[in-house]
């Protein structure tokens, strides 16, 4: 190229503004569509696992109540109140309890007349843990010449259960029961729960 030779003008190509302005309105449109379909899936993904491990309370079932010991004068008893019952942890994961209790009532005033504090421990996913506690209650109330003396027990178990490793959810459950006693002799006559 001599210094007389003309020099290439640069070509310049014209868009078409309105042509730009179509096209990035469609990139934003399949960018929303693309993150409301992903927020849709990340959804249905949540709610499909809280449906397959939704946490439960477990469920107590009392099998046993005896009060061997049973003496009663002057208007008041005493004795040792022992209970087996069963729980099963109807989740998934492994249930963890603590601060739970065993508490006997005087019937019909529901004072407290004895208390234990349930120990603390685990119970695997789908399995039953039979829980047997006993204790003793003196100065339990009873009325005049009553054949029959009822005892209410109320046990209560508080714990957690993992949900996915991530979450943890707080279970409780309370059993109450009522125990007809014979106040001759403590023989259970018959329990309902």
Partial sequence: ??????QPQPQYIHQNPRYEHRHGRSNLASCAAATAFLLLLVAAAA?????????????????????????????SASFTFAQLAAVKNPNRNMLSHYDSSLVVLSRPQNQVAGFMFIP?????????????ASFNVAGFPVTGNAEVVEVESRMKLKGRVEVLKFFMHHVETTKMCTVSVSSSNGAVLGFRC
């Avoid at 190229?1 to 003309?6: D, S």
């Fill in 47 to 75: 709610i499909a696992l809280f449906i397959l491990f939704r946490p439960h309370d477990p469920t107590i079932v009392v099998s046993a109540v005896q009060l061997p010991g049973f003496a009663s004068a002057n208007g």
């Fill in 1 to 6: 190229m001599g210094p007389h030779q003309p």
């Fill in 120 to 132: 603390a421990g685990q119970i695997e996913g789908g399995r039953t843990q039979y829980m047997s």
